[in-house]
């Protein structure tokens, strides 16, 4: 400013005199710095007021707090949308956000408000208010600290949304997941729910029962790595990176495997892609019978029938085998014993019912 003081008075001086070409260019380059000062100066002011009219309409609440007075220096009237409180109430009041912080979150208030002052200011904080008419609200809040040339914190930029929704919705949601692990973790079947990378994200107690493995052992793990790779079973692998993804369901795919700790085990797979509109991925429900014990009992019962069929065939046969006997001549002992076999046979009883041929 001296310096415009002095070219001011010079070219005064000079008004009844001829100016020479260095001063009229000195002259010309100050009315120009002048001019381009005023026109940043006006660009200033007009980008100040756009942000300022972009912050006043935000629907998130923007303050500034002063420290460690806890003096509110701006509140946009987004307080009343975001707090249920005007701009006006945290303007007059410092540290208003400590009377209306839930009673729950009084401690944690305390303890972030003797961090901040110490000049700890981390990303986000998270709270519930009570509002005007006595209702909880959930608050998240992002974080600036302000400090001075010497690093102590002199105040604090907040930015603060309601998100009372949001968190109604995850509770219901956690609420329906644990009815959910509920009901199947009482389910007699083993069931197991993938990742769209096949990781397990849940498993019942069944299945830690039937095939003897832990939690620790399968949450999280890729089903083909479960139980030290017990379970990478080529027909698995084809169930679900080829069959199931062309497919919405699929019932009833058997599928037999050497365990180490089991033996040879026979298991029905029924397997379900379930949409989650959320993220728009798949889990797949995955539900796992043992029929080993099944199959046995019935590969017996094949045996068993197969040998009932053999003796009805023999005892309707055992007349015309006795007369044919009798044609030869045999001695009348060996007579006897055939005789009393084919008697023998003739009174076996069959199984209620009858036989069904397979």
């Known amino acids: 400013m001296a310096k415009k003081k002095d070219i001011n008075t010079k070219y005064m001086n000079q008004s009844d005199s001829k100016m020479s070409e260095e001063d009229l ?11 381009n000062r005023k026109k940043t100066l006006e ?15 935000l629907g998130e609440a923007v303050y500034r707090m002063s420290l460690p007075d806890g003096k509110y220096e701006y509140f946009n009237p987004a307080a009343r949308l ?11 009041n410092p540290l208003f956000i400590r009377k209306i912080i839930h009673p729950d979150y009084m401690d944690y208030f305390e303890r972030k408000w003797a961090d901040l002052i110490k000049g700890e200011v981390p990303p986000t904080y998270e709270y519930k208010i009570i509002d005007p008419e006595g209702n909880e609200r959930s608050i998240i809040q992002s974080n600036k600290g302000i400090f001075d040339d010497k690093g102590n914190i002199i105040a604090i930029e907040g930015i603060c949304r ?3 929704d949001r968190k109604l919705k995850e509770q219901l949601v956690q609420a329906a997941r644990e009815y959910a692990e509920n009901i199947i973790a009482t389910v007699p079947l083993s069931l197991l729910v993938l990742k769209p990378d096949l990781r397990v994200t849940l498993a019942n107690r069944s299945f830690y029962q039937t095939f003897k493995v832990t939690p620790k052992e399968t949450i999280g793990q890729l089903i083909y790595e479960v139980d030290n790779r017990q379970w990478d079973i080529p027909r698995l692998r084809d169930l679900l990176e080829h069959i199931l993804p062309e497919h919405t369901t699929i019932e009833g795919f058997e599928v037999e495997h050497d365990f180490t700790a089991l033996g ?34 019935e590969e017996e019962l094949r045996k068993h029938r197969e040998h009932l069929e053999v003796l009805v065939e023999q005892r309707a046969h055992a007349p015309k085998l006795l007369s044919y006997l009798m044609l030869l001549d045999l001695p009348d002992a060996v007579l006897a014993v055939i ?20």
């Open 43 to 57: 660009a200033l002011r007009q980008s100040e007021e756009r942000y300022r009219s972009l912050i006043e309409e």
């Open 82 to 92: 975001v707090f249920g409180y005007t701009k006006e109430d945290f303007l007059r």
């Open 264 to 297: 040879r085990r026979v298991m029905l797979l029924n397997a379900q892609r379930i949409f989650r509109e959320s993220n728009h991925t798949d889990l797949v429900l995955l539900v796992i019978q043992d029929i080993t014990e099944r199959k046995r009992a």
């Open 25 to 35: 260019f000195e002259l010309i380059g100050a009315t120009c710095d002048v001019a």
């Open 162 to 164: 309601n998100i009372t």
């Open 339 to 358: 005789d009393f076999v084919l008697a023998a046979i003739r009174f076996l009883p069959l199984p209620r019912g009858g036989v069904r041929r397979r």
